[in-house]
């Protein structure tokens, strides 16, 4: 391997007790310091476009995914729609059947941390996920929600 006894650039003599594969063998410390960027340039260009095309090759490759079909279901009210035409007249709403099932709804009502009752909504007087089991801090009358309720 050439090792020059002169830096190329000012004509300085090279003296290096140890010569790494990052340092470069043309130059001095100083005139190596100045050309960093010209010669870490290309490397940087050369690395970037490798990796660009790695992975727009890998991307290519990749097999298609499945066609997304999106099916509804045999008792959605879209397709109970579907058979009836609409009223012509712009006045008449049309109403569809409201299949729903009401329940009551409760707030949780435990204590928090911060000393405040849980506002978390829950299906019948019982607790949260997060407060299974606590008892509740407001008698159960006023835990139903009165908004939900017909």
Not at 22 to 36: E, G, L, M, N, P
Not at 96 to 119: F, L
Request: glycine fraction near 6%.
């Amino acid at each position: 391997m050439y090792k020059p006894n002169f830096c190329c650039e000012c004509g300085n003599k090279l003296i290096r007790l140890r010569r790494h594969f990052w340092t470069s063998r043309r130059f001095c410390s100083i005139c190596s310091a100045r050309f960093k960027r010209e010669r870490f340039l290309p490397l940087l260009f050369f690395s970037l476009v490798f990796l660009t095309s790695g992975y727009l090759l890998g991307r290519a490759r990749q097999p298609p995914g499945p066609p997304l079909i999106i099916e509804r279901r045999s008792d959605s009210p879209l397709n109970n729609s579907a058979g009836h035409p609409l009223s012509s007249s712009p006045g008449t709403p049309v109403t569809s059947p409201s299949n729903t099932i009401e329940a009551d709804v409760y707030i949780c009502g435990a204590r928090t941390k911060k000393g405040t009752p849980c506002s978390r909504r829950v299906h019948g007087p019982v607790r949260c996920w997060q407060h299974k089991g606590m008892p509740a801090m407001l008698p159960q009358e006023k835990l139903l929600i009165k908004d939900l309720v017909p």
